[in-house]
């Protein structure tokens, strides 16, 4: 099949840029300028300099050519749906069907091959200088209290499932009772999450437990496995990360993951209202714990139109009597400002934030009137706050800790409970939990269990956000649709009664109208 004349063009100067000149045979020309483009060719010949002038700094090869003397085609490829270059725009369905094709891409294949490096500088860190090691935990599990909801697997057993583990969390505990002090693990972890935008049912962490760790000692192993990762393409980052409280977070930027690349910090200005005649402003001062905030947008007058005005408008009342209202009016402000020419948050910086002093627990938002941990069922109270535990729990700070880059969480840890008497009260009287799906963790923590704590980082957001990747979808090989689904395989998909007999399973089909009634 021959090429049409502008892939003819395109091929030839491929060859020429790579340094390959057809200077032999005229068979070898006609041979190569039939192959259709994406082909998979083998060429032979000899290798020398190029001519002073004719290099190509761009390419690793660029110092020198090839003159073809054989030219062999091992696989014609067929018409693809899509050209291979990174310009083309294509849609994320067609990406996703046609991945192996779309990992071709000098993107993509620059994102892979640079999580490659971090990874295995993570490696060479942890392991080798620090003393780490690395164990792979269980993927078949049981449920874990609280947290994300768990994928289930069924068994041969009737009426059993096994869950997959949303983390290691169980398992790297137990590790440090039983004696491998310092864990990591790149750890592959899942959650039944549904449709959420930029979240993938599997996903990678990476893992990290220590014994005998406070706090800082965590942070400040994670600065130095930053620092020792990073690609030096993208500049050193300074250590030791800022830091800033809870409360300070949402007080200042009315987020726990506050991008500090910009201010436009929320101000409070109630006392300067308090004076003032408009009455819906005093009405919102005369409940208790009622304040007035506000935003100082820079040259807004001059950036912001009508419309931008009117969608910040909508925003608020949307958003009205939550907590994280005005953060999210921060980044919306930010986003209007910078599409209508202003510079203000620099894509090239990498700012770093530890956030700390997290509540213990927070109210269920299905029922304020209980209780559900912040972070997990594990984490230990504020030194300080301990005896609140048993008095008013709602009062309690943890020894839970995130890690923020450019206004995402990209990482998120605490010290644990190593008490078995503390874990039992947390889970049966604060959660109202059943404690026997955890026997196993109660027993070991009556086993001699030393003081430990940990982290994990989310891998897939570090890179996307290290390479500027738009999702995370862009640094995983094979990842999964925004509805969960991998459109190259077509899974999830049916299976047949006959293989879901040895696990004591029926699907029951419904039509709409009993689905009505």
């Known amino acids: 099949m021959a090429l049409e004349l502008g892939a003819f063009v395109q091929f030839f100067e491929f060859l020429r840029d790579v340094g390959i000149f057809l200077q ?4 070898v020309r006609k041979l190569l300028s039939n ?3 994406e082909s998979v060719v083998r060429v ?6 190029r001519p002073p002038g004719q290099e190509n700094p761009k390419m690793p090869t660029g110092d020198i050519e090839v003159k073809v003397e054989t030219a062999e085609i091992l696989n014609s490829c067929k018409k693809l749906p899509f ?114 935008p930029d979240r993938q049912p599997e996903f990678t ?15 400040g192993l994670i600065e130095g496995l930053l620092q020792y990762s990073w690609p030096q393409e993208r500049g050193a ?10 409360e300070e977070a949402l007080a200042d930027y009315g987020t726990d993951k506050p991008d500090t690349r910009f201010g436009m910090k929320i101000v409070d200005i109630s006392d300067i209202l308090r004076r003032s005649d408009i009455q819906f402003v005093q009405n919102a001062l005369s409940y208790p714990h009622g304040t007035v905030k506000a935003i100082c947008i820079p040259q807004g007058v001059r950036y912001l139109k009508n419309k931008d005005l009117e969608s910040l ?145 989310g891998l897939d957001r570090l890179i996307s956000l290290i390479v500027g990747a738009p999702s995370i979808r862009d640094v995983i090989a094979f990842p999964k649709s925004f509805r969960g689904r991998d459109l190259m395989g077509n899974a999830p998909d049916y299976v047949t009664p006959e293989e879901l007999e040895p696990y004591h399973i029926q699907v029951s089909w419904l039509d709409k109208a009993e689905l009505a009634g």
Not at 24 to 27: D, G, T
Not at 205 to 219: L, R, T, Y
Not at 358 to 363: A, G, K, Q, R, V
Request: proline residues 6%.
């Open 24 to 27: 032999a045979h005229s068979h």
């Open 35 to 37: 192959a259709p483009v």
């Open 44 to 49: 032979t010949g000899i290798v020398s300099s």
């Open 83 to 196: 050209e291979i270059k990174d310009f083309i725009k294509k849609s994320e369905a067609l990406r996703m069907q046609y991945r192996y094709l779309d990992l071709r891409s000098f993107q993509l294949q620059y994102n892979l091959r640079l999580r490659s490096q971090i990874v295995m500088r993570m490696r060479e860190y942890l392991c080798n200088l620090h003393g780490f090691v690395d164990v792979e935990t269980p993927t078949l599990f049981k449920r874990t209290p609280g947290g994300a909801k768990e994928f289930l697997v069924p068994s041969r057993e009737a009426g059993k499932f096994y869950s997959l583990p949303q983390s290691p969390q169980q398992f790297k505990q137990l590790l440090m009772v039983g004696g491998v002090d310092r864990y990591f693990q790149v750890a592959r972890c899942y959650r039944d999450e549904g449709s959420r």
């Open 205 to 219: 962490q990476i893992d990290i437990e220590m014994s005998f760790v406070d706090q800082a000692g965590i942070q």
């Open 237 to 246: 980052i300074t250590t030791p990360f800022p830091s800033m409280t809870y």
């Open 313 to 457: 408008k909508e925003s608020a009342k949307s958003q009205f009597n939550q907590c994280s209202a005005l953060g999210s009016l921060r980044l919306e402000s930010a986003d209007l400002l910078e599409a209508a020419g202003m510079t203000l948050r620099d894509p090239t910086a990498f700012h770093f934030l530890w956030v700390v002093d997290f509540p213990l627990f927070l109210p269920k938002e299905e029922n304020p009137a209980e209780l559900e941990s912040a972070h997990h069922p594990f984490t230990a109270p504020h030194p300080v706050d301990t005896n609140l535990l048993y008095s008013d729990p709602t009062k309690v700070r943890s020894q839970h800790y995130d890690l923020v880059l450019n206004g995402n969480e990209i990482g998120g840890g605490s010290i644990r409970i190593h008490n078995a008497e503390q874990q039992r009260f947390v889970l049966e009287k604060v959660l109202k939990e059943d404690s026997e799906v955890l026997s196993h963790l109660l027993e070991a923590l009556e086993s001699g269990a030393p003081p430990h704590g940990g982290i994990a980082l």
